[in-house]
Every structure is written in C-alpha cells, then in structure tokens.
C-alpha cells in the first residue's frame, strides 16, 4: 500500500482496518491529513472512527504536520479546559480526495495575511461539512497522536 505523504517504516505493517470497510486494493496510494485538535477530540474521533458534520480543517502529508501541530496547540489554547494538543491521522484512498476536490468539499486556502509570516506562502485544506460523510465513509484508518504543546506557536 502507497501513501501520498506518508511512507510506511520498513518491518511495520500497516495499521489494521476497522471491520466493515471494504480493503483498499493492492497498489492504491493512500492520502495522509492531519487534523490537530484537543486530546478528547482526538480520542472521541478515532474512538468512533469518524468525524462530526462540520468544517474540519486539515494538513496534507507529513512534510505539512507542523501545520497540524499548529492547530492543535491553538485548538488547546483556546479551550484550555478540553485538555492538551492531539494530532488525528487519517488516511484516505486517492479516488476518495480527489472526489472531494472535484466536487469542492475540500479545498486548499492559503492563510490570512495576518497570520505569522512564516504561513503565509503555505495552505491549510479545508473540508466542508458535506464531504465529512464521505470522509467518514471512506477512510481507511484514523489513529491519534497526543503531544505536548511548544511554547511560542500561537
């Protein structure tokens, strides 16, 4: 199995499919957002293995997961009570992202000029309440990473 941003290490299988959905065929690359939240967000999306109906913003790829960590910790920040920063890593068939892209349910927006200079020349993917459900559906997997919030990111 190929993954779009995300290699497997050598030696590890991948992670196992929850029963029900159907096994992505042999060779099908894979896609890898990173949605960063707080850690009961975090765990209640992998604990059901999908996501509520509303806009949920994502970063694509491993090479993008300081994005992600981003905004876990502004996540955790705003709502210090829900806890510490979480990543939540989905993985999705090809075919799924790209019929959320043609069909305009996630998108790539650029950041606001207000934002730190250091974002402003890269992109956060944004999905739509109405592609939730296909994400839902169609995900191969959804695991949780719990981190500790870096001082000076918000």
Known sequence: MAYIGLVP??????????????R????????????GTTLPRAQAITSSQAMAAQRAFFALGMGNRDLARL????????????GPPALVLVTVPEAAFDRL?????????PFDPEDRPELRNRRQWVLEPGGVEI?????????????RPIRGTA
């Open 71 to 82: 905004f876990a910790v502004r996540a955790s920040q705003r709502s210090p009570r829900e």
């Open 24 to 35: 992505v065929p042999a060779g099908e690359r894979n896609v890898l957002l990173i949605h």
């Open 9 to 22: 290490r050598r030696g590890r299988m991948p992670p196992a499919q929850p029963p029900g959905r159907p």
């Open 101 to 109: 892209r043609n069909q305009r349910l996630l998108r790539a927006f």
């Open 135 to 147: 994400l839902n559906r169609e995900a191969d997997s959804w695991r949780m990473i719990s981190m």
